[in-house]
Nanobody
Framework: QVQLVESGGGLVQAGGSLRLSCAAS????????MAWFRQAPGKEREFVAT????????YYADSVKDRFTISRDNAKNTVYLQVNSLKPEDTAVYYC?????????????????WGQGTQVTVSS
């Protein structure tokens, strides 16, 4: 069982930056693919970024590519999402997710564990 706790969200002006963190419990963090998803009001949860257990491979949604960076520190059991050049359309609850294995996916049904989410609000 893996427990995930996100932090780092907040209110920021357009063009600003935030660093989201997701702390994971357990001793097998490095064996999990990690991902960030987000959900805006009235919309479905959507994929943002993912990173493999070693951290060597990352993949991003087109809408955030070149603005967001996912990384992980396996010694700290933590995955990060650096979000830059924020736009009002980035406003959403951001969720951390984990799955056991080496393959990464962009759909919610492939992930086994979820955090409670952290709110990111971007004002124009």
């Amino acid at each position: 069982q893996v427990q995930l706790v996100e932090s780092g969200g907040g209110l920021v002006q357009a063009g600003g930056s935030l660093r989201l963190s997701c702390a994971a419990s357990g001793r097998t963090f490095s064996t999990h693919v990690m991902a960030w998803f987000r959900q805006a009001p009235g919309k479905e949860r959507e994929f943002v970024a993912t990173i493999t257990g070693s951290g060597r491979t990352t993949y991003y949604a087109d809408s955030v590519k070149d603005r967001f960076t996912i990384s992980r520190d396996n010694a700290k059991n933590t995955v990060y999402l650096q979000v830059n050049s924020l736009k009002p359309e980035d406003t959403a609850v951001y969720y951390c997710a984990a799955r056991v294995g080496s393959a990464y996916y962009t759909t919610t049904d492939k992930y086994d564990y979820w955090g409670q989410g952290t709110q990111v609000t971007v004002s124009s």
